[in-house]
């Protein structure tokens, strides 16, 4: 049992009602979890407002209920806080229930629309392979040093965070390495932590089912910057026309990274293959199993976040050579039909532009490409014509098919897609709403030498369909059509 004075005192309380010296056992922001043990956090969601269930909390015995604004009618035995903000004095609130765990870390954000997984991932798997305990937060999975923990969010919510970050506290881990979305940043699922660094990838049309705007969701990413305390460091991509921007108003030491400019640290593609790359960063050669110009600004983001907290050139660069890509990103399917299968997560026009883009870098051009993609349900509309110009534009055959339709129909969404493609690539289109069927047909076309990308779900191995999960992989699909052509 902690005094709740104690867990709110980093927050700005304006107003107490009640007795402020009561004990409490959690806290939740959700009433169906609360006791009278448990402190109820009214927070104002995007579809549903918490302050609107506080009555419903003190029904299930919650005597400390924080808020922004007091309930009409208050009951006598609850004690409740008036805050500016919930989810922020969450954040605090959180952080000082769990020991203020990432202060006891070196927490090292990434943010962006793209390689967000993939550099959170390699940085954990770079810093565990030279020997640091560490652990990792992403969209695939969490990891306390070895162990694996489900994810189900790319950012988990601030008790989530917190809870995980004083397990690996618990676990002896030194760093962390986490993903930061723009919704997280956007409804402060991320107060109360302390970084001591700051990634930024990329920005590119995504969420603006959320955001609405590219300047909201850009606002999103930069106020990961500007909250960045001094004796943090801030890594921008200088080759994103943001990149810049994300520094603006930050107290964080600001550091580059670039292939196309001087920056801190300059990344130089010498040979590119399927299967690896050979690079120059800064002036040191680099042998890497990664592929593409948009991993080679991963490699970059990693190397200089190793550096800058500290790892000699001769553990990074040992292990930087050691490093695979993350699952479902630019992942190799191989078989015995000579057939060249790829898996990416790629889910934005511009990922799959860049994963084109670096397939059609390699290839030479006398096999064919054949690509199958498809779009989300119930999520930003406005990309999926998008999506669909910069595969066709790219590929010598694309079969739009289903993706995560959720709630949407599947053909509906593949329409909006094919919108997108002009009137000269028409014949170039296949449409097949069953993604298992898509595949298959991807794989009955090939010929021996051809290269088919199946993108935007990578390592996910489920597909949504009207609320319900089932199983489905890609990388399993497109193996066994594979080896049974």
Known sequence: MKKINDILRQCKVIEVVGNDDKLVAGLTFDSRKCSDDV???ALKGTQVDGHDFINKAVEQNCKVVVCERLPENVSDDVTYYVVENSAVALGYAASEFYGRPSEKLRLVGVTGTNGKTTIATLLYRLFFNAGYPCGLLSTIENRINNTVVPSTHTTGDQLQINEMLSRMVEAGCEYAFMEVSSHAIDQDRIAGLRFEGGIFTNLTHDHLDYHKTVAAYRDAKKKFFDNLPASAFALTNLDDRNGM????????SKKTYS???????????????????????????????????FNVSNLLAIYGTASLLGMGDDDLLKEISKLQSAPGRFQ?????????????YAHTPDALKNVLDTINEIR???????????????????????MAAAAVMRSDRLIITSDNPRFEEPEDIIKQMREGVGGEYYNKVLCISDRREAIRTAVALAKKGDIILVAGKGHENY????????????VEELTKALNEK
């Not at 921007?245 to 964080?252: I, Y």
């Open 332 to 344: 190799m399917v191989h078989s015995d039909s000579g057939v060249v299968g790829i898996v990416d």
């Open 259 to 293: 292939l196309r400019t001087d920056a801190d640290f300059k990344g130089v593609v010498m040979e590119s293959y399927f299967d690896g790359m050979e690079l120059k960063i800064n002036r040191n050669n680099i042998s890497t199993f990664l592929v593409g110009k």
């Open 245 to 252: 921007v994300m520094l603006q108003n930050t107290k964080a």
């Open 463 to 474: 597909q949504e369909i009207k609320g319900v999960r089932h199983h489905f992989d890609d």
């Open 39 to 41: 402190a109820f956090f």
């Open 364 to 386: 030479t051009h006398n096999e064919t490409l054949i690509t199958v993609a498809g779009a989300g349900g119930n999520r930003d509309a406005a990309k999926r014509p998008e």
